[in-house]
């Protein structure tokens, strides 16, 4: 009754979340600036393009990126394999004992008949799948706590899913193995299937058990004599063994139930082998019920998205089906951590500690997006941040195990992002390379160029508007110190290929190169961080390589660029 | 002949894959042993503006690797082998930074001990295969072609650090190319900047540097231009070909040095990867001049 009861309870919520989770596939949109393509259409565009996969060729493709790609996680098996053995065996273990176990009364005993859970292989298999399932677990665990841990991020839901999955097999065994110690089990099983005719034979299959197959018993002490047990395994024989292969085969149950056997009795009083069942029960109609709202749903998303992939490339999906893949993309990351392993912006993370330069990361921020979670600013601007460390290298894209097509997403989180109109000084580094190069948004991008503009100018005093009288200070904010052998022959200027650049370069170039190093000279550094001509500084070193005063004038730029962004973003 | 890890950074394997395909092809004839080291990261150029610790130490970290794996390292990209040599630099004088840095290494068990060096690949062609080598290694030469070359500024600049060839009249690709029996003109920029370093944060000047480079280039007799460097060469074939829009006549044929060399020595067109470049125009039953 209580069992029924939980498990249409947790199908219920089960059954529910898939529905609701579903149905965002459809109803979210990582970009809020896409045009608006209504849900109906979306629908219709994932049912044509279903059909259009399934009723063709692509089928045969289907099928192979589920062999290879579902079934035998190729891409994690290339990439890592201390992963992959992790993965296979919480997989194939998982999935083995739910159809086998969890799924008894509707597979094994069609499938099987003469199915019995005690009998062996199955009485062995369900231990080794058990066994499996925790060797991968544990793994798992390992792995996040001792390999590279700065860069795989763990979060409360990574490490509570190996919990729970770890638990539900625990209590397997934990529940076995007080079955197999419980005398009141025993005794329930002679009443019923024992065919015994007297005290004497009670006790020699008593006997037998306790020696055999590890039931404790307080009546049996001193009589385990041979003749006793010779009795006790004719009646095993003829009462048991049909349905019960030795109890050692459920290798995992039968050694627990011998390291507890000095509490197996008191445990079998209070009536542990009900506790234990309704614990086990508890927790998989539990994982059940949870299993769509949290990264576990990867088993539903992910071989989606493996399978359009192998399918189809990206770029010839319809637009309303590129939105519904972009979703249940993210329902496909399981925060696994392989994109920050080889992520190119690796040593960008170590050095600037923002943990939004992993790809991982981002991909959380994406998923509040989507849900339409308000962000407040200081986590904007660090996501931000986050988004224009990358070097667009696609490595991320390329190794993900779940196929999420992460430069694609960043992309839209970086179009998201410009809607919101925070001015990112980051942009003003070569990684805005890449970006331009593949020409998309540029005016938002000229805007935000133009927006980081106006925060520089208004954060230092220029050399127009400065109203200070010469301090004369040396410039103690520099480590490059050459600055000071400038004797200001302006050879710099004259070779600058910025300078050379425009014909009305005295209205066009705000501070000329040796004008930007005569003020450090002067003590003035507020005025050179104003410059705008440090950031139109190509980095060609000529300056410095002609410079007959050795003055280190491109490395100097450097060090005031990265001195004037540590200022407006702090 | 020595083995080489192989750095690529992270523009060649998205952006050029001729770069890399038609390189290892090349040095494979050469004689030159490549190997690939899985976990190389950017070389930190790009993020120079904006953190010099995270361009040093993204720098380093791939130097620690190759260190590990007990290679050199050869580059392709210019900005790549400036970063790396200026890393190696700066740590070798501030054992501050080099104990920060080897304390991130730590975690992945890798330490920088600053013993790799670095060669850009057009060393290793001029001077450990040698001028001589490389002419018996063609098949046919070419005539009547005029390159300009474009050196690139990080693989000059800052002499000190880089090293490479003579600060204020280098030769070594001039020389390079004439190899193959074309003719190295005498122009203008080949000193000078190809304006990519700008290219996203001010593209009006950008684009300003490379007109003039093209202009020049062409004003001075070019048929094509090769360069050397990843930035380069995406500025002189995808920016210039982004920015011609329609006027295909101007276009000036951009050929990276290894596809120039791979056609000498006959090797597959396919691997040498031409018609990657958007700037080649390619006819049916060959390449459109100047490499018909």
Known sequence: MTFHLLLYLSLFICLTGLVLKISTWFLYKVNTSENDISTRQRISAAIKGTAHIIFSKKI???????????????????????????????????ILLFLMHGLESIVSENLFYDYYSTINPFLFLRNLFGIMVLAGTGIAFFKRILLKSSRINS?????????????????????????????????????????????????????????????????????????????????????????????????????TAKILKPISLSLDKAGGVILL?????????????????????????????????????????????????????????????????????????????????LPSEKINFLKNIASGKKLDIKYLKNIQKGIYLCTNCERCTKICPSGINLKKLFANARDNLLQKKIPEPYIYS??????????????????????????????FNSLKNINKTLSLKKTKALSNITYRSCYCCQSCTNICPVVGAYKNSNEVVDMMPHQIIYSLGIGLIDI???????????????????????????????NLKNLAIKQITH | MKKYALFLGCNIPIRIQQYASSTKAVLKNLGVELKS??????????????????????????????????????????????????????????????????????????????????????SIIYHDIGINFLKQSLLKTFNNLNIAVIYG????????????????????????????????????????????????????LSTIILKEKLDDAKNAGADCIISVCAFCHIQFDTVQKNSAKNDELKILPAILYPQLLGLCMGIDEKILGIEQNKTIKIKKGGYAPPFA
């Not at chain 1, 994690?76 to 997989?91: D, Q, V």
């Not at chain 1, 049996?220 to 009795?231: E, G, P, V, W």
């Not at chain 2, 009249?169 to 304006?195: F, H, M, N, R, Y």
Request: glycine share 4%.
């Open chain 1, 60 to 94: 045969i493709l289907i099928i192979k990126s589920f062999l290879m790609d579902v079934l035998l996680q190729k891409k994690i098996f290339e990439k890592n394999m201390l992963a992959w053995i992790a993965h296979m065996f919480i997989f194939n273990g998982f």
């Open chain 1, 155 to 255: 979060n409360k839901e990574d490490w509570f899913t190996l919990f729970i999955i770890a638990f539900i097999i625990l209590s397997g065994i934990f529940l076995e193995s007080a079955k197999i110690s419980s005398y009141s089990e025993f005794q329930n099983m002679v009443e019923d299937y024992g065919e015994i005719d007297d005290k004497d034979e009670m006790q020699a299959l008593e006997s037998y058990w306790v020696k055999n197959h590890g039931i404790v018993s307080t009546n049996i002490i001193n009589t385990l004599d041979k003749k006793t047990l010779l009795l006790g395994s004719e009646i095993h024989d003829m009462s048991c063994s049909e349905c019960h292969s030795p109890a050692k085969w459920a290798f995992a149950s039968f050694s």
């Open chain 1, 277 to 357: 069942w309704y614990i086990h029960i508890i927790a998989c109609f539990f994982f059940l019920a949870w299993l769509p709202f949290s990264k576990m749903f990867h088993i539903i998303a992910s071989p989606i998205v493996l399978m359009t992939n192998a399918a189809m490339q990206q770029d010839k999906f319809t637009p309303a089906n590129l939105l519904n893949k972009q979703i249940i993309e993210l329902d496909a990351c399981t925060h696994c951590g392989t994109c920050n392993l080889d992520c190119s912006a690796i040593m960008f993370f170590e050095s600037l500690q923002n943990q939004f330069i």
């Open chain 1, 430 to 459: 070569q990684l805005s390379f890449a970006l331009t190069l593949e020409n998309k948004f540029s005016d938002e991008h000229l805007e935000a160029l133009k927006s980081v503009d106006l925060l520089l100018k208004s954060s």
């Open chain 1, 528 to 558: 050179a961080l104003s410059a705008k001509m440090i950031w139109d500084c190509s980095g060609c070193y000529l300056c410095q390589e002609y410079c007959p005063q050795r003055v280190e004038i491109c490395d100097i730029f450097y």
């Open chain 2, 37 to 122: 080291i899985s976990g190389f990261n950017c070389c930190g150029y790009p993020v120079r503006n904006i953190d010099e610790k995270s361009f040093l130490f993204s720098s380093a970290r791939n130097m620690a690797l190759a260190e590990k794996k007990g290679f050199d390292i050869l580059v392709m990209c210019n900005c790549c082998f400036q970063s790396l040599k200026i890393a190696k630099n700066s740590l070798s004088k501030d054992k501050g930074l080099l104990n920060e840095l080897n304390e991130i290494l730590a975690k992945e068990g890798l330490k920088y001990q600053g013993i790799v060096k670095i060669k850009h690949f057009l």
């Open chain 2, 153 to 204: 500024c990080h693989i000059l600049r800052p002499h000190e650090i880089t090293g490479f060839d003579n600060r204020f009249a280098p030769s070594i690709l001039d020389e390079l190319v004439e190899a193959t029996g074309a003719c190295s003109i005498d122009w203008q920029g080949k000193l000078g900047c190809c304006g990519a370093s700008l290219t996203g944060i001010n593209d009006k």
